[in-house]
């Protein structure tokens, strides 16, 4: 029953979607200076509706100024967030690691784990390898 | 813009030292996390601040990314004013809801807003300030049964 009522919510919501894909699509048309006051409204109302609490709104607001400033300045934006959805996980996952394994050893002594961490290494540091041999490379 | 970087910067790097600061008060396995990655991100935004200071440091690094390490755009003062006025509206709204709850406070922002700073006409601001209040009403108190902040007052 419930398969069958998220199959139907599925195509119910694709029906919908593909219908109003061109209307909607005309909102891009409407001018920013209407537009931000209003979307501005609408995510306060939005975070204030998730908790009833009206320090939501604040923090909303202080974020929404954080990620403007992020943005002017180049920050990565999209690092930020998934540090704020995946840190409550990580947080729970390393104080497991710690009451099961041998302190901060269980990270570099189990296969996966050590795999994983060489690769994020190799992640962060290939890039930076690649443009120093591509630099030293142009200079000769 | 280099000034208001560094601003930004040593903003981002006093989170940092404060969620380190924090990181004491939580007990011995607790503390990990929080303080490894305060002081990791601190470390790198005090890099970067120094970066900022020093042409030789921001030369040397830039050796391995290509990307220019400081915004190079500059805004112009008219540009600065109207980020600066659009930003102390925003603020003036959230403060409003605050203080006099969303139903009140978003009919005055919209209309004042619309025809203060957008220059819009009386008949779009008016219609525009009317219409979201009634919209977000049906919607959040009507359909979804979502109280609304009523204000302080």
Same mark, same amino acid.
């Given at each position: ?140 | ?31 990990? &996390? ?75 922002? &919209?209309? &004042? ?12 601001? &008016? ?27």
């Amino acid at each position: 029953m419930l398969l069958i009522s998220m199959l139907g919510c599925h195509i119910v919501a694709a029906i919908i979607g593909l219908s109003l894909a061109d209307k909607m699509a005309l909102l891009t048309k409407v001018r920013p200076v209407l537009f931000a006051p209003i979307l501005l409204v609408v995510c306060l109302i939005g975070s204030f509706a998730l908790r009833n609490s009206i320090g939501d709104v604040i923090v909303t607001f202080l974020f929404g100024l954080l990620g403007y400033e992020m943005r002017k300045f180049g920050f990565s934006r999209i690092a930020l967030i998934l540090g704020l959805l995946l840190g409550n996980m990580a947080e729970i996952s390393f104080r497991q690691t710690l009451m099961t394994q041998a302190k901060l050893l269980g990270f570099f002594i189990r296969p996966i784990s050590l795999i994983l961490f060489l690769a994020t290494l190799a992640s962060v540091m290939l890039p930076l390898y690649q443009s120093y041999r591509r630099r030293k490379i142009n200079e000769k | 813009m280099k000034n208001e970087e560094r601003i930004f910067m040593v903003f981002l790097l006093l989170i940092m030292l404060l969620m380190v600061f924090m990181g004491f008060r939580y007990g011995a396995g607790s503390k990990i &996390l929080p303080m490894a990655s305060g002081i990791f991100s601190g470390v790198i935004v005090a890099f970067l601040l120094i970066m900022s200071f020093s042409s030789r440091i921001r030369a040397w690094y830039q050796k391995f990314e290509k990307r220019s390490v400081l915004t190079e755009s500059e805004l112009s003062v008219k540009e600065k004013k109207r980020e600066l006025s659009v930003i102390a509206w925003f603020s003036g709204c959230t403060v409003a809801i605050y203080f006099l709850g969303f139903l009140a406070a978003i009919p005055l922002f &919209l209309f &004042l807003f619309l025809k203060f700073w957008a220059k819009e006409s009386w008949l779009l601001s &008016l219609v525009l300030a009317a219409a979201v209040p009634v919209i977000v009403y049906f919607t959040f108190v009507y359909i979804l049964s979502v109280p609304l902040h009523t204000g302080l007052f």
